[in-house]
């Protein structure tokens, strides 16, 4: 099929290169001039695992291209809109700008039977007012929000645990739906589970399980605090309580909390939408989840001043991690950056390293000093604070090595990821979160 795709961030890029994988004819369609050109080298304009090579195989192939023209969009049958939503600048609210132009600008190309699927995450209620502008072309819009992981997004994308597809009531619906399923054609034939709604349930289906997921990681956050003033271990508790299916392990990882492009913003832009809706008090509990994960990042602060003995001030800190999470070069909102942001304001002298990140964390925050390599971030630390689990200091930086670099012995696990007697058994004075 012909597919355009609107919005080629970490969304649209992946979609446009996983759609061209399953054999559609792709064309992608971004404002910005310079990712434009990189995605049509065959570049990811971002780390993502797989992107590169799904990206070189489309262009190669002639089924994928990239342009910053809207009018490549006429023709395509299907346009997916995934253009961000971002939090807005004064207020929780979600700021809808990218989406309403995104629209407005390709209302003008759509052709009588085409389909637009959104897939941004939007407030609910969004759908119905863009629905006109849509049908106005004679085209239909149908509500198709995206689940995937930063970092698992190629495999996400073609290969989800569901597919949910709002859409308007009656025959149009119908032929909208099985024109996605056709689009979706691997993934529906291997039976993944593709649920037909209306718009609300669809735009709600994407920020109810991202409320759930942070709400998972605030309720283990808000356990470590309590375990933290009675000796417990939030890491063997969540142990214990993920062996009951129904609670489950997944998300129940315990550290400096959740960050990214979607969770936090995800959470406010909800809270905000249901105050409109006269329904606050049925989302407060999100104010709680986002309170508590934002204090994680302080107590992992504290844990180091402690550490130091009190203060921080002109000690050196290796700060190993600045994306949100591994296997992403992600900082927005990053818990990992807003930790060395803390420190240095506190006159630590910090150096943030991050096999991936380090780029994008310069561009945001130049004020901190960073080491491409991580024993360079190491060498001369009086504290070492690991705040985003990549391999490299989960699994390959052994105590020892560290001590051999590291002028003090004080780590701060502040993902929970290293093993605490092992640190302990080569001499370092080991600090996790809700750990005693
Ligand atoms: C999330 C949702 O998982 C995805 O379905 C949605 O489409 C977009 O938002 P993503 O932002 O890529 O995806 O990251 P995710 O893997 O969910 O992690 C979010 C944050 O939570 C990260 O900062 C991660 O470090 C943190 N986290 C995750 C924890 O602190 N503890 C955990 O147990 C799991």
């Excluded at 956050?221 to 299916?245: F, K, R, S, Y």
């Excluded at 818990?335 to 964390?361: F, I, K, M, Y």
Aim: glycine fraction near 10%; include cysteine.
């Amino acid at each position: 099929m012909r597919i355009s795709v609107i919005g080629c961030g970490y969304l649209g890029a992946v979609h446009a290169a996983a759609m061209a994988s399953i054999g559609h004819d792709v064309v992608g369609i971004d404002v910005d001039e310079r990712k434009v050109e990189a995605l049509s080298q065959g570049k990811a304009p971002f780390f993502e695992p797989g992107l590169a090579e799904i990206l070189t195989e489309g262009v190669a192939s002639g089924r994928l291209t990239f342009t910053t023209d809207m009018a490549a969009a006429r023709g395509a049958e299907v346009h997916f809109v995934g253009v961000g939503t971002p939090q807005q600048a004064d207020g929780y609210a979600a700021d809808l700008t990218y989406v309403n132009a995104a629209f407005d600008a390709l209302a003008a190309y759509l052709q009588p039977g085409d389909i637009v699927a959104g897939k941004s995450t939007v407030p609910v209620g969004t759908a119905a007012a863009l629905a006109s502008t849509v049908s106005d072309a004679g085209a239909t819009l149908a509500w198709n929000p995206e689940f995937l992981r930063e970092g698992w997004a190629v495999q996400d994308t073609i290969d989800p645990d569901r597919l949910v597809v709002g859409v308007p009531s009656g025959e149009e619906g119908e032929r909208a739906a099985d024109i996605l399923r056709a689009v979706y054609h691997p993934a529906v034939a291997k039976g993944t589970p593709f649920i037909v709604t209306d718009y609300a349930t669809a735009e709600l289906v994407k920020v109810s399980a991202n409320a759930f997921l942070a709400t998972k990681i605030s309720f283990i956050n808000a356990m470590a605090e309590i375990a933290e003033v009675t000796g417990a271990d939030v890491t063997q508790l969540a142990d214990a309580i993920g062996h009951d299916v129904r609670i489950g392990r997944r998300f129940l990882g315990a550290g400096i909390g959740f960050g990214g492009g979607c969770l936090p913003k995800d959470i406010r832009a909800f809270s905000a939408r249901a105050e409109e809706l006269g329904r606050g008090e049925s989302v407060a509990f999100l104010r709680e989840v986002d309170a508590i994960n934002l204090r994680r990042r302080e107590r992992a602060v504290q844990l180091v001043i402690d550490g130091l003995g009190g203060s921080v001030f002109g000690r050196k800190v290796a700060v190993l991690g600045a994306a949100f999470k591994p296997h992403s070069d992600d900082v927005r909102d990053s818990p990992a950056l807003d930790v060395a942001v803390r420190l240095h304001g506190l006159g630590a002298e910090v150096v943030v390293t991050d096999p991936q990140a380090v780029e994008n964390a310069r561009r945001s925050h130049p004020q901190l000093t960073y080491a491409e390599a991580r024993d360079e971030a190491l060498t001369g630390a009086d504290a070492v604070v690991i705040v985003t689990e990549w391999d490299e200091y989960r699994r390959e930086l052994s105590p020892e090595h560290a001590a051999s670099l590291a002028r003090g012995r004080v780590v701060v696990d502040g993902r929970n990821c290293l093993n605490a007697s092992a640190w302990r058994e080569a001499g370092w004075s080991y600090h996790g979160m809700g750990r005693p």
